[in-house]
């Protein structure tokens, strides 16, 4: 039987146990807190993800709920080393295991590496893929190439490199005792 899914309003026990897959390809603009944090905004700015319900069970246990998530966008980001726009690869690729509540994700938490959600009847996939991209996104954007050398040198003119002379604390102090100044 094929059911429709709410990326927005996911039952996660019933995503899991039909084993149901949810695609999107969104725009960028649907996305919020990425907007904000990119250089420009452009209609052809995509992010495309995938998800994928499972009930996996280990021998004798409880099948336990799992969500598998693929997330991928181009970012327009400013390289940190010419200071001029990037597109940015932005890859997410995650599993969640999903616990009843609090205490049992804490436990989970605790016992193992996977990353443990609390299920949620109304579970919003659509903000784990945006968050997903956004601690995917790098520290200091780069060029993999700058399009032109970074500039080295200062635009001012008249800016000077070397130091202004100071004087010497201790001339000044010699001078004081000498009775010259």
């Avoid at 904000?36 to 099948?63: F, I, K, N």
């Avoid at 994700?105 to 443990?116: G, I, M, P, R, W």
């Avoid at 003119?157 to 001339?171: G, H, L, Q, S, T």
Wanted: net charge negative; charged share 30%.
């Amino acid at each position: 039987m094929s059911q429709q899914y709410d990326p927005k309003r996911l039952d996660v026990n019933a995503f899991a146990r039909d084993g149901g897959v949810l695609r999107g390809d969104e725009g960028l603009a649907s996305f919020r807190r990425l907007v904000d944090d990119v250089q420009a905004q452009g209609d052809d700015l995509r992010v495309v993800w995938e998800a994928r319900g499972e009930l996996q069970a280990d021998l004798g246990a409880t099948p336990q709920v799992w969500l598998h998530l693929q997330a991928h966008t181009t970012l327009p980001m400013t390289c940190q080393r010419c200071l001029e726009l990037a597109r940015i690869d932005v890859s997410a690729q995650r599993s969640f295991r999903f616990a009843a509540d609090e205490e049992q994700a804490a436990a989970l938490d605790e016992e193992s590496e996977e990353d443990v959600l609390v299920y949620e009847r109304d579970f919003n996939l659509h903000e784990l893929v945006e968050d997903e991209l956004l601690l995917a996104m790098p520290l200091v954007p780069l060029h993999e190439v700058c399009p032109q050398p970074p500039r080295m040198q200062v635009a001012d003119a008249d800016f000077r490199d070397e130091p202004e002379a100071k004087p010497n604390p201790f001339e000044l102090l010699a001078g004081l005792k000498t009775g010259k100044i």
